[in-house]
């Protein structure tokens, strides 16, 4: 109907600019249009009409002399047109696996076959082509989609790049849009904007999810100490399946480390769960995270994803200063005797300048009490602060407790006490910043009474106080627990803090007992008592919830700190991908950034392949350095970082990551209408749904991409036209006949 009316279709009034095809001058037109408004005005002034009704006729008249002006001046569209049979269009078939999914590769080689292929080449020379990993010419429309990898960006390209010796006059891509290169990035976009061929995209694919269940992503820490509880992030989506109860698993292997009932959420809803689960001996361990297939699932691949986790024999050393003897003292020693991944140092002030020290490794260790300079310090992970004054401190060593946490990133826990916290004086040191309680400006906040303890909603999740794996038993232990022995009022959480557990004290009410913060690279903790020991003396000797208690405790304070050298990757696996970016954290042996630093990673992969990647200097970040490496293999590598200045060792560090293929194109399979949207309107082509590609061939017509001709298309003569000229006169005599002006 638009073509009748238009005489053309709309492409050509969509990319054709308005031209007037008569070389009169336009000078000459004003003077008419001009001339017609007062020929008009007179026309209906002078008759015995009301001032609007002759205005409106007057308005009318004008209007009719103003359209029979402007055909005399042949109103026109002039448009690029490619030349018939000399311009060449690709057609590029996504046959990815994803593309294999709903019937979208049948759908897809069914409009080839049907309309599109044949219509385009009574025009076009046609290049058929199929993408995926790469480009690759096909002889005929693709029946099977079976590439692993979809690589729009570079297929385009490719596909593009053909014009330097090819007279390509438009790419038409079928495809579901997605792509595991992250999208179509700015500089391929830019690109395919500079080689100035259009490209339309044909959508295949539903838009929106569909009876499917999908673990978009599975965050799990990156190393652990060996026989630790490690915890999961899983994040979930569905469609179909909402308020369906399904089992989320952990497996290594065949053996299952964990499993846990979760409630799907709502069609089209987000849901995260937590699973905890034994991280095992120490070794590199490739976890499979996985929920249970539901019936009626149309894709089953994207329920599972493999993450790892590299679980280090390590033994961190923590350092407890205790002002006096205290039972709480005895049996945190006690626990973390019973942990052989760490090893406790404690000093005990017996007198003011005398000492019990325990754990040492030689006798120099310690032997002049609390360290007062960073080699001292910093060769511990974790410090523990118990029962004493601030004011035992000097200056220098309570500006290196703090600098042990911002610059070295270790852990620091601080325990109540009746010389601890308010009572010591440290709320008003240079410490009291990095608390994660603002510590009351008084004294009288310790309190030798009885406390029960219970945990916040925070406290259910962490793995801080997990003694029970099970939510509802954990919740249970924790108020069967005896009466703490005493506490401490430690004021109101920062900002930043987590309040795990809370405590009651009779009528004094609810303060806070365990919380966290992090600190700078560090991290510090605050528990708010000196009598947990009687969840040990109070209880049946079997039962190991103090031991779990501080094992958990006392691992999260020491187990996550780096050395001075630590290297990372964006992620643990790559799925399809190849691009690794390896990134390292470089201190000095004071723990400061070091800049001059000569960094170098040794990569081991699959089937004995190494390398050797040296890294370099982030700008603007000082002690970072970064390389991009190319892992071509699928498998698991194993990456060593090693760093020094001048002539000094720094240290060094080592990494597992692992590479797919054939992954990634089982996640996120609806279609995505969004990329194809842009990808077209950028380029200059069109998005077009699968069964409306009628003008796909009159659209790619109109280019001037390949060899083309401009055409002036007469527009005066369309049927509108002459409809719009009947219309007004018509309208203007059936007023003049109402209203008697005939």
Same mark, same amino acid.
């Given at each position: 109907?638009?073509?009748?009316?238009?005489?053309?279709?709309?492409p050509v009034y969509r990319k054709g600019t308005l031209v007037l095809a008569n070389p009169w001058p336009l000078w000459m037109l004003g003077i008419g249009l001009a001339a017609a408004v007062g020929y008009a005005l007179w026309l209906f002034l002078r008759k015995p009409l009301p001032?609007?009704?002759?205005?409106?006729?007057?308005?009318?008249?004008?209007?009719?002399?103003? &359209?029979? !002006?402007?055909?005399?001046?042949?109103?026109?569209?002039?448009?690029?047109?490619?030349?018939?049979?000399?311009?060449?269009?690709? &057609?590029?078939?996504?046959?990815?696996?994803?593309?294999?999914?709903?019937?979208?590769?049948?759908?897809?080689?069914?409009?080839?076959?049907?309309?599109?292929?044949?219509?385009?080449?009574?025009?076009?020379?046609?290049?058929?082509?199929?993408?995926?990993?790469?480009?690759?010419?096909?002889?005929?429309?693709?029946?099977?989609?079976?590439?692993?990898?979809?690589?729009?960006?570079?297929?385009?390209?490719?596909?593009?790049?053909?014009?330097?010796?090819?007279?390509?006059?438009?790419?038409?891509? =079928?495809?579901?849009?997605?792509?595991?290169?992250?999208?179509?990035?700015?500089?391929?976009?830019?690109? !395919?904007?500079?080689?100035?061929?259009p490209i339309h995209a044909v959508g295949f694919g539903p838009e929106r999810m569909r009876d499917d269940v999908e673990i978009t992503d599975a965050q799990v820490p990156a190393r652990a100490l060996p026989d630790s509880r490690v915890s999961a992030t899983v994040t979930l989506r569905?469609?179909?399946?909402?308020?369906?109860?399904?089992?989320? #698993?952990?497996?290594?292997?065949?053996?299952?480390?964990?499993?846990?009932?979760?409630?799907?959420?709502?069609?089209?809803?987000?849901?995260?769960?937590?699973?905890?689960?034994?991280?095992?001996?120490?070794?590199?361990?490739?976890?499979?995270?996985?929920?249970? =297939?539901?019936?009626?699932?149309?894709?089953?691949?994207?329920?599972?994803?493999?993450?790892?986790?590299?679980?280090?024999?390590?033994?961190?050393?923590?350092?407890? @200063?205790?002002?006096?003897?205290?039972?709480?003292?005895?049996?945190?020693?006690?626990?973390?005797?019973?942990?052989?991944?760490?090893?406790?140092?404690?000093?005990?002030?017996? #007198?003011?300048?005398?000492?019990?020290?325990?754990?040492?490794?030689?006798?120099?260790?310690?032997?002049?009490?609390?360290?007062?300079?960073? +080699?001292?310090?910093?060769?511990?992970?974790?410090?523990?602060?118990?029962?004493?004054?601030?004011?035992?401190?000097?200056?220098?060593?309570?500006?290196?407790?703090?600098?042990?946490?911002?610059?070295?990133?270790?852990?620091?826990?601080?325990?109540?006490?009746?010389?601890?916290?308010?009572?010591?004086?440290?709320?008003?040191?240079?410490?009291?910043?990095?608390?994660?309680?603002?510590?009351?400006?008084?004294?009288?906040?310790?309190?030798?009474?009885?406390?029960?303890?219970?945990?916040?909603?925070?406290?259910? +999740?962490?793995?801080?106080?997990?003694?029970?794996?099970?939510?509802?038993?954990?919740?249970?232990?924790?108020?069967?627990?005896?009466?703490?022995?005493?506490?401490?009022?430690?004021?109101?959480?920062?900002?930043?803090?987590?309040?795990?557990?809370?405590?009651?004290?009779?009528?004094?009410?609810? @303060?806070?007992?365990?919380?966290?913060?992090?600190?700078?690279?560090?991290?510090?903790?605050?528990?708010?008592?000196?009598?947990?020991?009687?969840?040990?003396?109070?209880?049946?000797?079997?039962?190991?919830?103090?031991?779990?208690?501080?094992?958990?405790?006392?691992?999260?304070?020491?187990?996550?700190?780096?050395?001075?050298?630590? !290297?990372?990757?964006?992620?643990?696996?790559?799925?399809?991908?190849?691009?690794?970016?390896?990134?390292?954290?470089?201190?000095?042996?004071?723990?400061?950034?070091?800049?001059?630093?000569?960094?170098?990673?040794?990569?081991?992969?699959?089937?004995?392949?190494?390398? &050797?990647?040296?890294?370099?200097?982030?700008?603007?970040?000082?002690?970072?350095?970064?390389?991009?490496?190319?892992?071509?293999?699928?498998?698991?590598?194993?990456?060593?970082?090693?760093?020094?200045?001048?002539?000094?060792?720094?240290?060094?560090?080592?990494?597992?990551?692992?590479?797919?293929?054939?992954?990634?194109?089982? @996640?996120?399979?609806?279609?995505?209408?969004?990329?194809?949207?842009?990808?077209?309107?950028?380029?200059?082509?069109?998005?077009?749904?699968?069964?409306?590609?009628?003008?796909?061939?009159?659209?790619?017509?109109?280019?001037?991409?390949?060899?083309?001709?401009?055409?002036?298309?007469?527009?005066?003569?369309?049927?509108?036209?002459?409809?719009?000229?009947?219309?007004?006169?018509?309208?203007?005599?059936?007023?003049?006949?109402?209203?008697?002006?005939?």
């Amino acid at each position: 109907m638009f073509e009748f009316l238009f005489k053309y279709p709309w492409p050509v009034y969509r990319k054709g600019t308005l031209v007037l095809a008569n070389p009169w001058p336009l000078w000459m037109l004003g003077i008419g249009l001009a001339a017609a408004v007062g020929y008009a005005l007179w026309l209906f002034l002078r008759k015995p009409l009301p001032r609007r009704r002759a205005l409106a006729l007057a308005g009318l008249e004008w209007a009719v002399l103003a &359209v029979l !002006l402007l055909f005399l001046w042949q109103p026109a569209l002039s448009v690029a047109t490619l030349k018939p049979q000399q311009n060449v269009v690709s &057609v590029l078939v996504d046959t990815s696996a994803s593309m294999g999914l709903d019937g979208r590769i049948g759908a897809a080689q069914r409009l080839l076959n049907s309309s599109l292929l044949p219509e385009l080449r009574k025009r076009f020379p046609v290049r058929v082509y199929e993408a995926g990993r790469g480009l690759q010419l096909a002889g005929a429309a693709p029946a099977a989609a079976t590439q692993p990898v979809s690589r729009l960006g570079e297929a385009l390209e490719a596909a593009a790049a053909e014009a330097s010796t090819l007279p390509i006059g438009a790419i038409v891509l =079928l495809s579901d849009g997605a792509d595991n290169a992250g999208g179509i990035s700015a500089e391929t976009m830019d690109t !395919l904007r500079r080689s100035r061929i259009p490209i339309h995209a044909v959508g295949f694919g539903p838009e929106r999810m569909r009876d499917d269940v999908e673990i978009t992503d599975a965050q799990v820490p990156a190393r652990a100490l060996p026989d630790s509880r490690v915890s999961a992030t899983v994040t979930l989506r569905q469609a179909g399946y909402g308020g369906r109860m399904a089992r989320l #698993t952990v497996k290594e292997g065949s053996k299952v480390l964990a499993a846990r009932d979760v409630k799907l959420p709502g069609d089209g809803e987000g849901a995260r769960e937590e699973i905890s689960f034994p991280a095992g001996a120490a070794g590199a361990k490739a976890l499979e995270i996985s929920i249970a =297939l539901q019936s009626g699932e149309i894709n089953g691949k994207n329920n599972a994803l493999t993450r790892l986790l590299d679980v280090r024999d390590k033994r961190p050393r923590i350092l407890y @200063f205790e002002g006096e003897p205290r039972w709480e003292m005895k049996f945190i020693r006690r626990a973390a005797e019973l942990d052989k991944n760490l090893h406790l140092v404690s000093i005990l002030r017996t #007198t003011q300048n005398k000492f019990y020290r325990q754990g040492i490794e030689n006798p120099k260790e310690l032997e002049r009490g609390f360290p007062d300079t960073i +080699d001292e310090l910093f060769a511990y992970q974790a410090l523990i602060i118990g029962n004493v004054e601030a004011g035992y401190f000097n200056a220098a060593q309570q500006s290196l407790i703090q600098e042990f946490v911002d610059r070295r990133g270790g852990g620091v826990l601080f325990l109540g006490g009746r010389a601890a916290l308010s009572e010591g004086g440290w709320n008003h040191s240079p410490v009291a910043q990095m608390l994660p309680m603002t510590l009351p400006d008084r004294r009288g906040t310790f309190h030798r009474e009885p406390a029960t303890a219970e945990l916040t909603s925070a406290g259910r +999740d962490s793995l801080i106080t997990r003694m029970e794996e099970d939510a509802g038993k954990n919740l249970s232990k924790w108020k069967a627990l005896p009466y703490l022995a005493d506490y401490q009022e430690t004021g109101a959480a920062k900002p930043g803090a987590l309040v795990l557990a809370e405590l009651t004290a009779g009528g004094r009410g609810r @303060f806070p007992l365990l919380a966290t913060q992090p600190y700078g690279r560090g991290r510090v903790a605050l528990f708010a008592t000196g009598g947990s020991w009687r969840w040990q003396m109070a209880q049946d000797s079997k039962d190991m919830s103090h031991e779990m208690f501080w094992r958990q405790l006392l691992r999260w304070v020491a187990g996550d700190v780096n050395d001075r050298v630590t !290297l990372s990757t964006a992620r643990q696996v790559y799925s399809d991908e190849t691009r690794v970016a390896l990134r390292a954290e470089v201190r000095d042996r004071n723990y400061l950034p070091a800049a001059d630093a000569v960094v170098e990673a040794s990569v081991i992969g699959p089937n004995g392949s190494s390398a &050797v990647v040296p890294l370099l200097p982030v700008k603007n970040e000082p002690g970072a350095y970064a390389a991009e490496w190319k892992a071509e293999a699928a498998g698991s590598y194993v990456a060593e970082v090693s760093a020094r200045q001048g002539e000094t060792d720094l240290g060094r560090d080592t990494l597992t990551f692992r590479r797919e293929d054939g992954v990634a194109e089982n @996640f996120r399979t609806e279609q995505n209408r969004e990329l194809l949207e842009r990808l077209a309107q950028q380029t200059g082509g069109r998005y077009y749904e699968q069964g409306a590609t009628s003008a796909l061939a009159a659209e790619i017509e109109l280019s001037d991409a390949g060899i083309s001709v401009k055409e002036v298309r007469e527009i005066w003569s369309a049927p509108v036209a002459f409809l719009l000229l009947a219309g007004l006169k018509g309208a203007a005599w059936l007023l003049r006949r109402r209203w008697g002006a005939v």
